[in-house]
């Protein structure tokens, strides 16, 4: 099983960018589809983006459709969140996690791996 460190969130002004990572540790990290949620305060967690184990297919959250790229490097096994035009309702803390699936999913209940998360901040 991997285990998962993000790194790369911070403040950042409202149509800013910001690119996070998150390291695996372990041998099947190309085994695992990958994915991105977040938790804004007082909101349930939810999917941000995901990514097969080729990074040959992608799904995406709605409210981050054009603006957001998930991307990976199994040579590094990592897996990055490209966020660009950033707006103040993307603050969140942002997990990544792993996925036994076959096929990049949204469903919170298929990822048995998360990570600790890292906070984004987005100011107006």
């Known amino acids: 099983q991997v285990q998962l460190v993000e790194s790369g969130g911070g403040l950042v002004q409202a149509g800013g960018s910001l690119r996070l990572s998150c390291k695996a540790s372990?041998?099947?990290?190309?085994?695992?589809?990958m994915g991105w949620f977040r938790q804004a305060r007082g909101k349930e967690r939810e999917f941000v983006a995901a990514?097969?184990?080729?990074?040959?297919?992608?799904a995406n959250a709605d409210s981050v459709k054009g603006r957001f790229t998930i991307s990976r490097d199994n040579a590094k096994n990592t897996v990055y969140l490209q966020m660009s035009s950033l707006k103040p309702d993307d603050t969140a803390v942002y997990y990544c996690?792993?996925?036994?699936?076959?096929?990049?999913?949204?469903?919170?209940?298929?990822?048995?791996?998360w990570g600790q998360g890292t906070q984004v901040t987005v100011s107006s």
């Open positions: 372990g041998h099947t990290f190309n085994t695992y589809i």
């Open positions: 996690a792993a996925s036994r699936q076959s096929y990049p999913t949204g469903a919170q209940n298929q990822y048995d791996t």
């Open positions: 990514i097969n184990w080729s990074g040959g297919a992608t």
